[in-house]
Every structure is written in structure tokens, then in C-alpha cells.
């Protein structure tokens, strides 16, 4: 097993890590408390990298080495046990999607993904949804904790509270950056809210020649976080159409916008776009994406901003319908991520045309006269 530590490969077809058109723009969170100089600059720089780019190293963020040790080190003992106490965990096990994924059940875009991965959101008792509410309800559930590891539920569970805290603060701050009301959007996360948590291992190349650790795609929510160790392997498509390596920034948390602020802005932000390339050999590459997520049945409201008459629009895909509820789209990402713990427990969801139009082709929504995406109510 290869070190890592948490603080840059490239590969054939994209451009090198040293490349300038390659680096992320590094946003300076702190710069918030420092005066109105300092926060016109922070909103500067903010409104740039969402609309320019969709993706940004944060730094100044206030989350210390301790609490990124506590809950590394957990995340390095989980991997470590044996895989009979991992396999315990199943997510098969689960209809509510939490829980262990082995290496090479979760789908990108209809191909595997060359990891295995710990999925964590916020406890809940288990719900079942009634016949007249929302499938998505599904997705609220206990999770899955390994008995030995008892740290592990700790620190996972802290993780979750404490960047919850840093990303409402980065939603405010980015909203007031594009000359919208900084709580415009407290109403649909609070108490309620859906963040969830990933705890991710890439355990090198799968010897059969494809270097998929993710495919390419966009988050559907609103902000992930994304603690990365010094391994490398995360690339960003850029304006070029190429993928472009994102080096390791020690201390730093990659962010990326997700497609609800992208459809919520009218393209004005950007959703971009991102993948992981296995690292070579045996090299083992670990990451933990913290996604920042309404409550499961909130309508996103469209953004009221200065430069909404400037925005381009949001490209359609078809195979992708977005949904108005945040849940709809959530579980729509579940069933086609996730496709044995769908035929196990929610095999009647995959009739659904909305939720999996790629098996309802006759069922694909058409983008409207104006070019915009058809959002679903």
C-alpha cells in the first residue's frame, strides 16, 4: 500500500499540472473578517471562479489539522479492516443508499468507477415513504458505522456539522458577490437540510486498461468541499474542452458548483464538468467530498440578481432532466449511481420515465423554443 498524506499526475490527453491555463483560482475565505476592502476583493474573486470556471481551491475556511486528522486517520482504519467487517456495511443492505460500496459497483455514466467508498448523510431514523408521499423520502435513513471503529461515526458526523457551517458561510458570501441577497437561500437548508458525505479510496489502476477512478460528470446539489490527499488524479474540463489536472493544494478544499446553482442562475454559474483518473500501479489515492444540500423537498426558486439579463442559459441534456425538488434529482442520482441497491429495493422506481429516462428514451424532455433546459416541476 502506497503512503498518502493529506494536503500530481498527468495523464494522456489533458494538460500538464503546470500549465497556467491549468490552476484553480484560490479564494481566501478569512478575507471576509478582514474589512470592506478585503471582502469587495473575496467577492471579486468568488464571483469570477463561479462564473468563469465553476471550480476553486478554498482557503481560510477555519477547519484545523486536528479535525482533518481525526477524521483522516478514521477513514485510513476503515479501509485497513478486513473486508469482511467492511462488507458488513453493504449498501445493498440499505434502501436508503448509506453504507459501503465495493470497488467497482458504483456507475459514471453507465461505466464502473475504480474505487470503494463509505456513504454518510445525517441520521435519521429509517424512513418509508407512504404511497402518496415522495419517493425521495427514501433517502433519509440511519446510516451504516463499523462497531470497531467507533471514532469513525465521531468524526464522520463532526465533518458533516462543521463543513455544513463552512458552506453556508461560502453560499452567502458567493450570492452577495453576484449582487444577490446573501439568505436567499436559508429557507431550504437549516435543521432539514440533506449533506452528505463521502469517504472514498482509489486503489490504484484496475490491470484491465481503463483508468476510470469517476467518470466525468457534474454534481447535481448546490456546493461540494472536497479534501483531497496529495495523490492527485482529480481533473477539471476547462473552457478548451480539455481535462486538466487539479494539483493538491495542502490545506485547501477543492469546491465546485453544482447544476441547481447553475439552473437557479440561469447559467451565470457554472457547474463543471470533473473526473478522476486512477493513480498508476497499486497506489492507493484517498478523498472525502462533502456535498452541501437542501432539504430533499425543496423547489429551488429562481436567483434574483443584478446580472441575471447577462446569462447565457443552461445547455439541456436530455438523459438529464432537472428536477424543481431537490429530492427528485437526488434520487435520480442514487438509482443510476447505485444500480444493485436500486433492483434490491426500489426496482419499481426504475419504470419511472422521469427518474431514469435513459430506459424511457420516448420519454426525454426537449429544451424549449428559448434554449433553456426544461425544468421539471
Known amino acids: 500500500m502506497a503512503s498518502t498524506s493529506f494536503s500530481t499526475p498527468s495523464r494522456t490527453g ?22 470592506p476592502q478585503a471582502r469587495r476583493l473575496l467577492h471579486a474573486q468568488l464571483h469570477s471562479a463561479a462564473h468563469d470556471v465553476g471550480f476553486f481551491q478554498l482557503v481560510g475556511h ?4 486536528a479535525e482533518t486528522r481525526a477524521l ?3 477513514m485510513h482504519a476503515f479501509f485497513a479492516l478486513p473486508e469482511a467487517d467492511r462488507l458488513a456495511l453493504d449498501n445493498i443492505n440499505s434502501p436508503h443508499f448509506r453504507g459501503y460500496t465495493r470497488t467497482g459497483d458504483e456507475r459514471t455514466g453507465g461505466a464502473r468507477d475504480w474505487r470503494d467508498q463509505l456513504d454518510i448523510g445525517a441520521e435519521h431514523p429509517a424512513r418509508v415513504p407512504a404511497p402518496w408521499e415522495a419517493p425521495y423520502w427514501w433517502l433519509e435513513g440511519p446510516n451504516q458505522w463499523p462497531a470497531a471503529l467507533p471514532e469513525l461515526r465521531t468524526a464522520a458526523l463532526h465533518w458533516i456539522e462543521r463543513l455544513s457551517g463552512v458552506a453556508e458561510r461560502l453560499l452567502h458570501e458567493l450570492l452577495a458577490s453576484i449582487g444577490a441577497p446573501a439568505d436567499f437561500y436559508d429557507d431550504i437548508f437549516g435543521p432539514h437540510a440533506h449533506p452528505q458525505l463521502k469517504l472514498v479510496r482509489y486503489p490504484g489502476s484496475s490491470g484491465e486498461g481503463d483508468d476510470q477512478g469517476v467518470g466525468a460528470h457534474k454534481d447535481y ?5 472536497l479534501l483531497q490527499d496529495q495523490v492527485g488524479g482529480l481533473q477539471v474540463q476547462r473552457e478548451d474542452g480539455r481535462f ?11 469546491v465546485n458548483l453544482g447544476e441547481l446553482l447553475e439552473v ?21 489515492r484517498f478523498s472525502v ?27 439541456a441534456d436530455p438523459a438529464n432532466p432537472l428536477f424543481a425538488e431537490y429530492g427528485r434529482n437526488a434520487l435520480k442520482g442514487k438509482l443510476r449511481a447505485h444500480p444493485l441497491v436500486a433492483a434490491r429495493h426500489h426496482a419499481e422506481l426504475l419504470l419511472h420515465p422521469e427518474l431514469h429516462p435513459e430506459a424511457h428514451p420516448q420519454a426525454r424532455p426537449e429544451a424549449r423554443s428559448d434554449g433553456q433546459p ?3 416541476a
Open 264 to 284: 437557479a442562475t440561469n447559467g451565470y454559474l457554472l457547474a463543471t464538468n470533473h473526473r478522476v483518473v486512477s493513480p498508476p500501479g497499486a497506489t492507493e
Open 14 to 35: 489533458t494538460t500538464t499540472a503546470g500549465s497556467y491555463a491549468s490552476q484553480l483560482p484560490i479564494v481566501d475565505l478569512s478575507a471576509a473578517d478582514r474589512g
Open 221 to 225: 446539489g448546490f456546493l461540494t468541499l
Open 289 to 315: 467530498p462533502f456535498f452541501y444540500n437542501p432539504r430533499l423537498d425543496a423547489r429551488i426558486a429562481p436567483l434574483e440578481f443584478p446580472h441575471a439579463r447577462t446569462a447565457p442559459g443552461v445547455t
Open 62 to 65: 477555519g477547519v484545523t489539522e
Open 374 to 376: 426544461v425544468m421539471s
Open 72 to 74: 483522516t486517520s478514521a
Open 244 to 254: 486538466h489536472d487539479v494539483p493538491p493544494l495542502p490545506g485547501a478544499f477543492v
